[in-house]
């Protein structure tokens, strides 16, 4: 039996509470095959589109109040939860399989004086023109930027996570045999001043969330599953490679090199390393949600080890 972190995308959520529903009862088949082999599971996602939503649908709204984005965040893991947590109940069900899954609200605690506030990058919400995204700067002070030629996204900040406030009931959960859905969107972000906890505007990158959750729990494997079964070097060149089965350093020669893109690979890449860096006997996986059942086994996507 094996301790896994898997990480799932926003964008792979769909583009409203109906469309998520469908589409998480496809990506709970994957997750329960791993259930019913016996492994204990541990499940992140992402919220880039979904928390960008709520926070416009109140700030747009004439009768209801701003809404802070920490509280959107919680919002977000509330819903995306609960939509994952039943498709994945509703498929063990059907295989006879009792086991509880819950979502737990989830703070992850960031550094205040992280720099990486002075330089918002993360995408949020809609795509928009070049046209409105200039109004909606003028209009709400928004920073917005473009994303790999999809349109324009408000963008916010994206500090590391340095700790999981709820980290030991992660643990116990586990220990009671239970499935823990948890840091969802990459976990509402705390700064931690005078033994006190405040919300902050940010969005936590949710692969580097579920690099430090899958430290923290002493996790064997991290899978993080995108839109790609693998991670390629010389991407969209003649000499494009297929990386499958690295070792860690091989991995980071690569990073250094430039070989992958800030807006897509690289945070899932620094996730792995960030997962595996000092640890023995430890994998990372990165591959596509239609190979998932493949990847748990390491017999898919690119697989790193320590």
Do not use: W
């Amino acid at each position: 039996m094996s301790r896994y972190v898997i990480s799932l995308g926003g964008n792979a959520l769909g583009n409203n509470a109906e469309e998520q529903k469908k589409l998480l009862v496809h990506v709970a088949e994957p997750i329960v095959s791993l259930i019913e082999a016996g492994h204990e599971v541990v499940i992140v996602h992402g919220n880039g589109p979904q928390v960008g939503m709520i926070n416009l649908a109140f700030t747009e709204s004439k009768s209801a109040p701003d809404m802070p984005f920490p509280e959107c965040g919680a919002m977000s893991q509330g819903y995306i939860g609960f939509h994952l947590q039943n498709a994945i109940q509703n498929a063990l069900a059907k295989k006879h399989i009792e086991k509880q899954v819950g979502t737990l609200v989830t703070q992850v605690v960031v550094d205040e004086h992280d720099p990486l506030f002075l330089s918002p990058s993360k995408p949020v919400g809609a795509f928009y023109s070049k046209e409105e995204s200039e109004k909606i700067t003028l209009e709400k002070g928004y920073v917005m930027k473009e994303d790999s030629g999809r349109g324009y996204r408000r963008v916010v900040a994206s500090p590391l996570p340095i700790d999981v406030v709820e980290k030991k009931m992660i643990l116990s959960l586990l220990k009671d045999n239970h499935v823990v859905i948890c840091a969802g969107g990459g976990g509402i972000p705390v700064i931690r001043h005078e033994g006190q906890l405040t919300g902050i505007a940010a969005v936590i990158d949710k692969d580097y969330a579920s690099a430090k959750v899958a430290e923290l729990i002493d996790a064997d494997i991290l899978v993080i599953l995108t839109a790609v079964d693998n991670v390629y070097v010389n991407f969209n060149k003649p000499n494009q490679k297929k990386l499958e089965l690295v070792t860690m350093d091989e991995i980071e020669a690569f990073s250094k090199e430039g070989q992958f893109a800030k807006g897509s690979m690289f945070p899932k890449v620094q996730a792995c390393l960030m997962f595996l860096k000092g640890k023995k006997n430890k994998t990372a996986i990165i591959s596509s949600l239609d190979k998932a059942v493949d990847a748990f086994a390491k017999k898919s996507g690119t697989i790193i080890h320590s």
